[in-house]
C-alpha cells in the first residue's frame, strides 16, 4: 500500500472541521444560499466551501 501517514492525518482533522463547521451553521441561522449562477464563487458546486 502506497497509503501516506500524512493523507490519513489530514482526512481526519477535514473530517473535524467538516464536523464543526457543520455544528456551527446548525447552531446559527445562515442567510438564504446563494443561486449556483450567481457567479461570485470560484469553486465549482462539488466543492465544499467552508465559511469560518
Do not use: C, I, K
Not at 6 to 11: A, K, Q, S
Not at 16 to 24: P, W
Not at 36 to 46: K, L, V
Amino acid at each position: 500500500s502506497a497509503e501516506r501517514p500524512l493523507g490519513r492525518t489530514y482526512f481526519q482533522r477535514a473530517v473535524r472541521e467538516l464536523q464543526a463547521a457543520q455544528a456551527a451553521a446548525t447552531a446559527a441561522p445562515q442567510p438564504p444560499p446563494q443561486p449556483a449562477a450567481s457567479g461570485s464563487s470560484s469553486h465549482p458546486p462539488s466543492a465544499p466551501v467552508f465559511r469560518l
